[in-house]
């Protein structure tokens, strides 16, 4: 049964999508603890993992898509909620958001209410995505703290088509800012881990142990397919 069939009947309304994109190079146990939260937090029935195929934003050599997406899936078999979307993988050219949550919503028949994740050290630089001022007319954005990346005013880096309300009353932690004609924003404290992908490649390349920082199945692939080590930076 397709995921918006499945979805329909599992509540009344619309359902509640979390769209978590990135690079996942690789996905680690932090990535899958912040989804949780959020998933539940804000009571969501889904959360797309969505691996980037050509991040604009990202340079130098990493694993191409497909290995990626493989890994997301690994990682999230698992968890019922969780499901890996190979929609930017597959698409050809650079990996433009503001396509994903068209599509996104296109496939849903604009049933449902998206959530799009995203940590403080991205949204400083969102005026530089493709589009970006049309990006709340398809998703509300959850804004999370980042090592190094304290939750502060989204105000002074929002695109000028963006024009922000007073904030709501906080909630468990969350705090809403309605932008005026189009979604909100939520700010969300969440448990920020020291662990990220940067380091785990790392430890990969020195030959030192990343059990417990990704899944075991994320784990043995890298492993089976020697990424990241000095003889294949590019997987």
Do not use: C
Request: glycine content about 8%; cysteine-free.
């Amino acid at each position: 049964m397709p995921l918006k069939n499945r979805l329909q009947e599992s509540r009344r309304g619309p359902a509640r999508i979390g769209v978590y994109g990135g690079t996942f190079n690789p996905i680690h146990v932090a990535h899958l603890i912040l989804a949780e939260e959020i998933r539940e937090r804000f009571r969501l029935d889904r959360v797309l993992f969505v691996p980037s195929g050509a991040p604009p934003h990202k340079s130098g050599s990493f694993p191409e898509g497909r290995r990626r997406l493989e890994m997301v899936r690994k990682a999230v078999a698992g968890n019922s909620a969780f499901t890996a979307l190979d929609l930017e993988v597959k698409r050809r050219g650079p990996s433009f958001t503001i396509e994903t949550l068209r599509e996104i919503r296109r496939r849903s028949g604009g049933e449902w209410e998206l959530f799009f994740l995203i940590g403080m050290d991205a949204f400083t630089e969102i005026t530089t995505w493709h589009r970006s001022g049309e990006l709340l007319d398809f998703a509300h954005f959850v804004i999370f703290p980042r090592p190094g990346y304290s939750l502060e005013d989204p105000g002074r880096y929002v695109p000028r088509e963006w024009k922000t309300e007073a904030p709501l009353r906080p909630r468990r932690g969350i705090r809403r800012i309605p932008v005026a004609g189009k979604k909100s924003l939520f700010l969300a404290e969440t448990l920020s881990l020291p662990v990220s992908a940067s380091a785990i490649r790392r430890r990969v390349r020195e030959g030192r142990s990343i059990t417990y920082l990704v899944p075991g199945a994320v784990e043995r692939y890298i492993r089976r397919h020697d990424l990241y080590t000095t003889r294949n930076k590019g997987g």
